[in-house]
């Protein structure tokens, strides 16, 4: 089984030297900010099945983690909230791509006048071994990295993400999910896993191994159709159909009764008082909507008639009770 760094090496050397702008697809529209440009080869060489940039994540100049850096787009898009000498970190295996995302950032300089290339810190560097301090970061990022690895790595990536985050710090994630069976042979095939695609775990069992790190609340902000691999061009019998998400995993203390997960659920109390209190520090107006996570939506949902609590979206942007 090939390991992480000899299945991301070879993809993205040649992606970084020759930008392969079907790579990677997302419907995620880019974010557009006043006074932001993206050079064209930027948006060329964004490797991404989604969008890790989230402007609530970024206020008061954070410092920011990306790693896998791609041509630099999101490390441009987190810059223009930071502004700051380093204070956007970018960690990549790959010299080539560095190299590329450091040219490209010469470029930007020149169409955005706020822009300075050492905003960004760029570093050589191991997902599994990140050349970042303990508890130093606001925000950590990866963007269609991850679903390369297999489940031992990924775990281990995971724990650098939540070690080098400061405490409620923000892990913003963007992968590919499918809840189709995967076959072996796809697996194990290290170009599709490298291209995003084979390594697609189903989305349970995505959240819960970043919830075993230590997680205490995950919010599914966006889950969209991505990719099929279908029997006439991939060595499967059945199509499989893939979705990317858009995750935001916060280094919360884990509660005791597990981690709250918002998944875009929410519930209405419809009953004859003003309010109903479920003595769980939870009280809901009447007819008055209020987002909630899994864990307490299935125990509202077993309170009475006069609660009515909807399914998931999967589009979740904050506002949650708990």
């Avoid at 970042?132 to 489940?151: D, G, K, R, S, W």
């Avoid at 405490?167 to 796809?186: F, K």
Wanted: charged share 25%; proline share 6%.
């Amino acid at each position: 089984m090939e390991t992480y760094l000899e299945t991301t090496k070879d993809i993205y050397k040649k992606a970084a030297e020759t930008p392969d702008v079907g790579l990677c697809c997302t419907t995620t529209p880019i974010w557009a900010f006043p006074g932001l440009d993206i050079p064209k080869r930027m948006q060329e060489m964004n490797y991404g099945c989604g969008s890790t940039v989230h402007p609530r994540d970024l206020i008061n100049k954070p410092k920011i983690l990306y790693v896998g850096v791609g041509g630099g787009m999101e490390l441009l898009q987190f810059s223009y909230f930071s502004r700051q000498k380093a204070g956007v970190i970018g960690v990549d295996v790959v010299d080539e791509m560095l190299t590329a995302c450091a040219e490209n950032f010469l470029t930007a300089e020149k169409t955005n006048d706020w822009f300075k290339s050492e905003y960004v810190s760029l570093r050589k560097g191991d997902a599994l071994a990140l050349p970042v301090e303990n508890e130093t970061i606001n925000v950590a990022a990866q963007n269609c990295l991850f679903n390369i690895f297999h489940e031992e790595d990924l775990k281990q990536a995971l724990k650098e993400m939540y070690r080098v985050l400061k405490p409620h710090g923000r892990l913003v994630l963007s992968d590919p999910v499918s809840e189709d069976y995967m076959p072996e042979n796809l697996k194990n095939d290290p170009e599709l896993r490298g291209l995003c695609l084979s390594g697609s775990l189903p989305l349970q069992e995505y959240i819960d191994l970043i919830t075993e790190v230590g997680f205490g609340t995950v919010e599914i902000r966006a889950k969209r159709p991505y990719r099929i691999l279908d029997p006439a061009h991939y060595d499967t019998d059945t199509s499989i159909f893939i979705e990317s998400v858009e995750v935001c995993a916060i280094k919360d203390p884990m509660p005791q009764d597990g981690p709250c997960v918002f998944t875009g659920r929410t519930a209405i109390y419809t009953g004859k008082e003003e309010y109903f209190d479920d003595k769980a520090g939870h009280v809901l107006m009447y007819n008055q909507p209020i987002s909630v996570c899994d864990k307490t939506a299935s125990n509202l949902e077993k309170l009475g008639e006069d609660i009515v609590v909807s399914e998931s979206t999967y589009f979740y942007d904050g506002g949650g009770c708990c």
